[in-house]
């Protein structure tokens, strides 16, 4: 199907608009509740400062009881996003997604320090062991979407 040609491009003017409202809308959003606290979700926020293997320490603990059980995992879906709050998820989403980018790029940094002549056998490790959280990171990214999505039907449905 081809979309008609815009007249005197009003309604291409008027979408762009509004996707931009939109964007910035969730934007505001996010940034409110970073500076109010996130008490909602238990992902810390970004610190470039931190050391790598002060951060893959962290998230390893942090992570644990993801593998632990249905319960658990729920548990922590749960206090992340409670149902029916679309900010709550907006946030967790982004501080998701900002925390799986963070990890690649200090991926790429140790591969670099690893495959570097004389190798630092501290950077494969942390580079094995943070391997696994990027993996979790993902898994909770798109459990927390299903999650979401399920709940917001719930909510449609009373």
């Keep these: 199907m081809r979309k008609a040609p815009f007249q005197n491009s009003q309604q291409w003017k008027i979408e762009r608009e509004h996707s931009r409202m939109k964007s910035h809308y969730k934007q505001k959003i996010?940034?409110?509740?970073?500076?109010?606290?996130?008490?909602l979700t238990w992902l810390p926020h970004l610190d470039p400062k931190m050391s790598d293997s002060d951060l893959s320490i962290a998230f390893y603990w942090l992570l644990r009881p993801w593998d632990d059980s249905p319960a658990a995992r729920l548990g922590l879906l749960?206090?992340?996003?409670?149902?029916?709050?679309?900010?709550?998820?907006?946030?967790?989403?982004?501080?998701?997604?900002?925390?799986?980018?963070?990890?690649?790029?200090?991926?790429?940094?140790?591969?670099?320090?690893?495959?570097?002549?004389?190798g630092d056998p501290d950077a494969?490790?942390?580079?094995?062991?943070?391997?696994?959280?990027?993996?979790?990171?993902?898994?909770?990214?798109?459990?927390?979407?299903?999650?979401?999505?399920?709940?917001?039907?719930l909510a449609h449905t009373l």
């Design 30 to 39: 996010i940034q409110m509740r970073i500076e109010g606290g996130h008490g």
């Design 78 to 118: 749960t206090r992340a996003c409670p149902p029916g709050d679309k900010d709550a998820y907006l946030l967790h989403r982004f501080l998701l997604k900002g925390w799986i980018k963070e990890f690649e790029h200090r991926q790429r940094r140790l591969k670099a320090r690893w495959s570097a002549p004389g």
């Design 124 to 153: 494969r490790s942390l580079c094995l062991r943070n391997r696994t959280i990027i993996t979790r990171l993902i898994s909770i990214l798109r459990a927390s979407r299903r999650y979401a999505g399920q709940m917001a039907d």
